[in-house]
């Protein structure tokens, strides 16, 4: 069974973002790039689904980037895959032009599961995972918290707004990844050296125009600072003037 797991290299959620000269990026200098926490659960599923399979299975790992992805694609390597694909670009692009560059990839491949996080922690869009699924046929299950694989047959939980469902479906089948699905490895010593030696592949991503344009990047507005009406129930009618004339949320 070959598994391929998509990983994005994130800024980390802790690192203090600046926006850079150009104004549509940020400025990487200083900036800690990580694995995007999402996809450390599909890493997870993914070696323990190897772990349960036959000894010729595969874990993949496949990224779209620059040659500064290599140390997050080693991170993913030293918790268990067996090799890397990275795909090189240096182009910024949307979803739907990423998803085509890792569907020609993972066709190539003939994967027979993808997982994906649900969303990446940089633009937030939670769409690559399943345009890449609708791109190469496949089934697709997302923001699933329990995965069940038997034979051909997917039975798989996933969240949905106030509650969860389960799914069935069959392989080949895209799988994108929440918080719960599992509890990530940490990368063992052991783990960490043999990553020096397993293989990070290199090849030109397919090339395709995005059809979104970042005309700007901007920070927040810093928020404005609060005012005290009062301090009993005598404030209530002027608190409720200033919502509904000032704030317009009533």
Do not use: H, W
């Amino acid at each position: 069974m070959k598994i391929a797991v998509c990983v994005s290299n994130v800024p980390d959620t802790a690192t203090k973002i600046k926006i850079g000269a150009d104004e549509k990026s940020i400025d990487p200098s200083g900036v800690t790039f990580i694995i995007n926490p999402y996809d450390e659960y599909g890493i997870e599923e993914a070696l323990r689904i190897k772990e349960k399979s036959a000894a010729d299975s595969e874990v993949i790992i496949v990224t779209l980037g620059e040659d500064s992805s290599k140390e997050t694609i080693r991170k993913a390597l030293a918790m268990g895959a067996d090799r890397a694909i990275l795909l090189k670009s240096e182009t910024r692009r949307d979803s739907v032009s990423v998803a085509k560059a890792l569907a020609d990839e993972i066709k190539k491949l003939g994967c027979d599961i993808v997982f994906f996080g649900k969303q990446s922690v940089d633009y937030d869009n939670s769409a690559t995972g399943q345009i890449t699924a609708e791109l190469l046929g496949y089934n697709c299950v997302s923001v699933v918290v329990s995965l069940a694989i038997n034979g051909n047959k997917v039975i798989a939980e996933r969240e949905i707004e106030g509650g969860r469902e389960i799914v069935e479906t069959e392989l080949p089948v895209v799988i994108t990844a929440q918080k719960g699905l599992n509890e990530p490895r940490y990368a063992s010593l052991k783990g960490i050296m043999a990553a020096k030696k397993k293989v990070i592949e290199e090849k030109p991503a397919l090339e395709s125009d995005s059809s979104v344009e970042i005309l700007r990047v901007r920070r927040p507005a810093d928020k404005k600072a609060g005012r005290i009406i009062g301090t009993d129930s005598s404030a209530v009618p002027e608190l409720v003037r200033l919502l509904r004339e000032e704030a317009k949320v009533i």
